[in-house]
């Protein structure tokens, strides 16, 4: 397994919520390091571009405006399978059906307000991670 590097953000319900370090924490635990973080409120614009691949689906405007309805934390997660493994820690899309002790089954419970998003492969959390950090704000591990 190589290291990998993911984009997580923890959306606006889980925010107003209080539950950010709790969400951290998960990532802590489960083998993720932060290495880029930043508290952002979306705009129409921001939000609608980051979730454009979803932009013909009959979710897409309500998705829009729950990710610009509050404040989100948005960051770059570091570890062996990264990508892979933030998804497993996150749980199914649906809360309903995501497995127990993940994010989702214990932090949410419907599927258009669900916690937490992470990329969903190499290719994605490359384009996902320029969208929201330069290179230089990446601060990999030196010790
Ligand atoms: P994921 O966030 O697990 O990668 P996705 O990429 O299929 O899931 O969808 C992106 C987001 O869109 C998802 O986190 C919540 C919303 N969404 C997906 N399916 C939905 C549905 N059937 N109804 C409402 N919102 C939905
Ligand atoms: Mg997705």
Avoid: W
Avoid at 5 to 30: M, W
Avoid at 99 to 113: M, Y
């Amino acid at each position: 397994m190589a290291v990998e590097r993911t984009l997580s953000i923890i959306k606006p319900d889980a925010v107003a919520g209080n539950l950010i370090g709790k969400i951290y924490s998960r990532f802590e635990d489960q083998g993720l390091r932060i290495v880029a973080a930043k508290m952002m409120h979306l705009s129409r614009e921001q939000a609608g571009a980051f979730y454009a691949v979803h932009r013909e689906r009959p979710f897409y405007n309500e998705l829009v405006d729950f990710m610009t309805s509050g404040p989100v934390m948005v960051q770059v997660l570091e570890g062996e399978d990264a990508i892979n493994r933030n998804r497993v820690i996150m749980g199914a899309t649906n809360p309903g059906e995501a497995a127990p002790g993940t994010i989702r089954a214990d932090f949410a419970e419907t599927v258009d307000e669900n916690a937490v998003h992470g990329s969903d492969g190499p290719e994605t959390a490359k384009t996902e991670i320029e969208f929201f950090f330069k290179s230089d704000e990446l601060c990999p591990r030196t010790r």
